[in-house]
């Protein structure tokens, strides 16, 4: 798929599941993050640093917006904080889902307790469907401790089928999709 195609599916995929989905470059990545925390009433947030985001000054950004940022000793600050940030390895297309995969547990500490989660992918790291990134997972040497597919906020539902969203993760998901160079 070509590039502005492959955006919108990923948005559709997001949306579908309740995700929002925002388009940005680089160097407004931190107002567009700044922007998404204020709509959502996020005051704290826990921020995985990332070369993109020292790059696009992502924490200033926040500072200066009034949020309260960690970008260390997550295990302490993201249970508290209502917002996160991590930059994810590889987005699908057709699912609208972001893939991590680390050996830290950082960026799923933070994925998992915040009530606000934003996860950012480059637009060319998307692939376009499910088939495409288990290609690209059975390629990798050594392979990860940590793989996972992020797919719109939590759902559950308890025996009787009562739907509850963000017990176990977060209860709004957004994703910012950044332009390549």
């Given at each position: 798929m070509e590039k502005d195609v492959v955006y919108d599916v990923f948005k559709q995929g997001l949306t579908n599941v309740n995700g929002e989905c925002h388009l940005a470059k680089t160097a407004d990545l931190g107002s567009?993050?700044?922007?998404?925390?204020?709509e959502k009433e996020t005051s704290s947030v826990s921020v995985v640093e990332s070369e993109l985001f020292k790059e696009a000054g992502v924490v200033?950004?926040?500072k200066t917006a009034g949020i309260t940022v960690h970008t260390d000793h997550f295990r302490k600050f993201a249970p508290d904080d209502k917002g996160g940030v991590t930059e994810a390895e590889y987005g699908i297309a057709n699912l609208g889902s972001i893939v991590q995969l680390k050996d830290d547990i950082d960026c799923r500490i933070v994925e998992i307790v915040s009530d606000v989660y934003v996860g950012v992918i480059k637009l060319?790291?998307?692939?376009?469907?499910?088939?495409?990134?288990?290609d690209i997972m059975s390629e990798l040497k050594?392979?990860?401790r940590f793989a996972g597919v992020i797919t719109g906020p939590?759902?559950?539902a308890d025996i009787e089928c009562v739907g509850t969203v963000g017990v176990h993760g977060p209860r709004q998901y957004s994703v910012v999709v950044i332009e390549d160079k």
């Open positions: 567009v993050l700044a922007r998404i925390f204020q200033d950004a926040l060319s790291r998307i692939v376009d469907d499910f088939d495409a990134m288990i050594p392979f990860p939590s759902r559950t």
